[in-house]
């Protein structure tokens, strides 16, 4: 068994916080900047899962440079041959590309009162964090057990 930080672990919290999303989507009437927020980290940790998994260390992942900017993360998992891996259509792409803006810069966290938000359709952002965090399954459990 291994201690600390792996792409199996990364994955197991994406598919928390992707469950978290779904309860709160589920309880409101309206889509609300929690469950964005919710959505963006499930895919955050599926991509580091994916990088961690191809040999990206953790101190890299856990720098400044990736921090929590979901579009250099999925340009790095492209770089590294995600798309051999599982297929992501392009509006899936751009929903992961539009989200970063508000979530890299914590927006969804600390609310910019009368703050415009450039949010992507929901369930397409549902969709790619799913895709994420069940396909990549496969492909970073296999080798690391």
């Known amino acids: 068994m291994h201690i600390g930080e792996t792409s199996k672990g990364f994955l197991d919290s994406a598919k928390e ?6 309860l709160v ?4 009437d309206s889509v609300s900047l929690p469950s ?32 929590h900017d979901l ?3 999925l340009a790095e998992s492209y770089d590294q041959g995600l798309a051999n891996e599982i297929e992501i259509q392009d509006i899936e792409r751009g929903v992961i590309q539009l ?3 508000d979530y890299a810069e914590k927006r969804l966290e600390y609310r910019v009162t009368g703050g415009q938000y450039a949010l992507p359709f929901i ?9 994420l965090a069940y396909e990549l399954d496969d ?4 080798n690391s057990e």
């Open 99 to 101: 989200l970063s803006f």
């Open 36 to 67: 964005y927020f919710l959505l963006g980290r499930s895919i955050e940790l599926s991509l580091k899962a994916y990088l961690l998994h191809s040999g990206i260390s953790i101190k890299q992942l856990r720098s400044k440079k990736f921090g």
């Open 139 to 142: 492909v970073c459990v296999q």
């Open 25 to 28: 989507l589920n309880k409101s």
């Open 71 to 73: 579009r250099l993360l």
């Open 123 to 131: 369930d397409v952002t549902c969709r790619i964090a799913t895709k």
């Open 17 to 22: 916080f992707l469950l978290a999303a779904n």
